[in-house]
C-alpha cells in the first residue's frame, strides 16, 4: 500500500474514532440527565459500576466468539489503574457535589495541564510553541463558554484535586499499558472491566447514600426508568471501549483536547432541546474560541516537532498477544 494510502486509511479511522467516542459520549449524558432529572435515580456510582458489568460481558462474549485473543496484565498493573478508575470515578461526583458548576468546570479543564505535565515528566514529551499556545486557547474558549459561578471551600478544593489527578493519570495509564503490554482496547477492558464492576457495585451503594441520603435498594423501579438504566449501560459500553480506542491511538492530552467539542455538543444540544435562555453571545464566542483552538492544536500536534519524544519509545513487553 502506499504511503499516502496509509496515511489517509489511518485518517479515516481516526476520525471514525473519535466520532464514536463523541457520539456515545453526548448520548449517555443526555440518558443519565433524563434518568437522573426525570425518574430520579441519583445513583451515579452505582449506575457507573453497572456500566462496567455490561461492558466485562461485552468482553467475555467476544472472547467466546474469538475476536478477542487471550493477554496478560500483571496484577500490580491493574490494581494501580484500578485505583486510579475508582477514585477518578468517585473524586468527580463529589467534586460535583461539593462545589459550585463554575469551579467543577475550571477542575476538568485542568485536567488538561496535568495531563501534559503527566507526558513531559514520565514519557518525556517536548511540544512546540504553537502546541502549547493551541492548548491555551482551547482552554480559553470551553473556559469562557462553561465557567460561570465560581465558588470553592477546601473539601470542594480537595475533592476537585484527587478527581483531576485520579482522572489524568487513569488516561495516562490507558496509553501507558497498551503500549507496555501490547494490549489492544478489546484486551485491556477485558482486564479492568471486570475489577472496576467488582469494586464500584460494592462502594457505590454506600457512598451514594452518603452523598443523596438514598438508597439504591429502595429506589422505585418501573418500566420507563429501567428502560433508561439499561439504555445508560448499553451505550457505556461504547463510552468505555472508544475511550480506550482513542486514548490508545493518540494520548491522553489530545483526547482531552479534543474531547472537549462534546462539552460544546452538550451545550449546543441542551440549548436545542431546553431552550435557548443560555445561548448568547459570550457563549457563542467561547464555542468558537474552542473550536478554534482545537483545530489549531489538531494542525500543530501533527507537524514535525509539534509533540515528540526526547528519548526512545517504552519498551513493550514483545511476549503479549495484541
Known amino acids: 500500500m502506499a504511503p499516502s494510502s496509509k496515511a489517509e486509511k489511518k485518517a479515516a479511522v481516526d476520525a471514525a474514532a473519535w466520532?464514536?467516542?463523541v457520539v456515545t459520549s453526548v448520548g449517555i449524558i443526555i440518558v443519565n440527565?433524563?434518568?437522573m432529572g426525570g425518574y430520579g435515580f441519583s445513583f451515579a456510582t452505582t449506575l457507573t459500576g453497572l456500566h462496567f458489568v455490561t461492558t466485562t460481558i461485552m468482553t467475555v462474549v467476544l472472547r467466546m466468539l474469538g475476536y478477542v485473543q487471550p493477554s496478560h496484565l500483571p496484577l500490580s498493573e491493574l490494581l494501580k489503574f484500578v485505583f486510579f478508575a475508582n477514585f477518578s470515578i468517585v473524586g468527580m461526583n463529589v467534586s460535583l457535589m461539593w462545589n459550585s458548576v463554575g469551579f467543577y468546570q475550571i477542575a476538568k479543564l485542568s485536567m488538561i495541564p496535568v495531563s501534559c505535565l503527566l507526558e513531559v515528566c514520565l514519557d518525556k514529551i517536548r511540544y512546540s510553541r504553537d502546541t502549547k499556545l493551541s492548548?491555551?486557547?482551547?482552554l480559553l474558549g470551553?473556559?469562557?463558554?462553561t465557567v460561570t459561578d465560581v465558588s470553592v471551600n477546601m473539601k470542594g478544593f480537595v475533592a476537585a484535586f484527587i478527581a483531576v489527578w485520579s482522572t489524568s493519570l487513569q488516561q495516562y495509564y490507558v496509553h501507558y499499558l497498551q503500549r507496555k503490554y501490547s494490549l489492544s482496547s478489546?484486551?485491556?477492558l477485558g482486564h479492568t472491566a471486570p475489577a472496576q464492576a467488582g469494586s464500584l457495585l460494592l462502594l457505590g451503594p454506600f457512598l451514594d447514600y452518603w452523598l443523596t441520603n438514598n438508597r439504591v435498594d429502595q429506589y422505585a423501579y418501573d418500566v420507563p426508568s429501567s428502560m433508561f438504566i439499561l439504555l445508560s449501560c448499553t451505550i457505556a459500553v461504547g463510552t468505555n471501549l472508544s475511550q480506550f480506542i482513542c486514548i490508545g491511538r493518540f494520548t491522553a492530552v489530545s483526547f482531552q483536547v479534543l474531547g472537549h467539542m462534546k462539552t460544546i455538543l452538550v451545550l449546543i444540544m441542551g440549548f436545542f432541546f431546553f431552550g435557548r435562555e443560555g445561548l448568547n453571545l459570550h457563549v457563542i464566542i467561547g464555542m468558537i474560541i474552542a473550536v478554534v483552538g482545537m483545530?489549531?492544536?489538531?494542525?500543530a500536534s501533527s507537524k514535525p516537532g509539534g509533540k515528540e519524544r526526547w528519548s526512545h519509545s517504552l519498551p513493550?513487553?514483545?511476549?503479549e498477544s495484541r
Open 142 to 145: 470551553v473556559g469562557v463558554c
Open 316 to 319: 513493550t513487553n514483545k511476549t
Open 33 to 35: 440527565k433524563a434518568l
Open 295 to 299: 483545530m489549531w492544536y489538531g494542525s
Open 135 to 138: 492548548i491555551g486557547v482551547v
Open 19 to 21: 466520532m464514536f467516542n
Open 186 to 188: 478489546f484486551n485491556l
